[in-house]
């Protein structure tokens, strides 16, 4: 079955790094775009970053441009988050999401995702 598994959160100091990773399995990694999102307490879940399945592409919330950093490895069928400079802002539950990219449903241009299949979460706090 299709799973999406984040990993890589926990507790860090601002100013500090984080690298979140998203272990895909039971579809084909590379037919789909990859994102992240993230929700903290009391809040919608926000769009954070995504990439095309082919890596030539991403995009990314202004709240974390040229902080954040999204990839992935087709071969390993993991994407990646890797978060420099967190803020206490930055607490939230992050999720990886898949869309099909075949159907277009990550289109770069208005950065709207659709996803398809979303992984379970995992928490990031950043204390100040």
């Known amino acids: 079955q299709v799973q999406l598994v984040e990993s890589g959160g926990g507790v860090v100091q601002a100013g500090g790094s984080l690298r979140l990773s998203c272990a895909a399995s039971?579809?084909?990694?590379?037919?789909?775009?990859m994102g992240w999102f993230r929700q903290a307490p009391g809040k919608e879940r926000e769009f954070v970053a995504a990439?095309?399945?082919?890596?030539?592409?991403?995009n990314y919330a202004d709240s974390v441009k040229g902080r954040f950093a999204v990839s992935r490895d087709n071969v390993k069928k993991t994407a990646y988050l890797q978060m420099n400079s967190v803020k206490p802002e930055d607490t939230a539950v992050y999720y990886c999401?898949?869309?099909?990219?075949?159907?277009?449903?990550?289109?770069?241009?208005?950065?709207?995702?659709?996803?398809?299949?979303w992984g379970q979460g995992t928490q990031v706090t950043v204390s100040s």
């Open positions: 999401a898949a869309a099909n990219a075949r159907e277009g449903k990550y289109n770069v241009a208005t950065m709207e995702f659709r996803a398809d299949y």
């Open positions: 039971g579809f084909t990694f590379s037919n789909y775009a």
């Open positions: 990439i095309s399945w082919s890596s030539s592409k991403t």
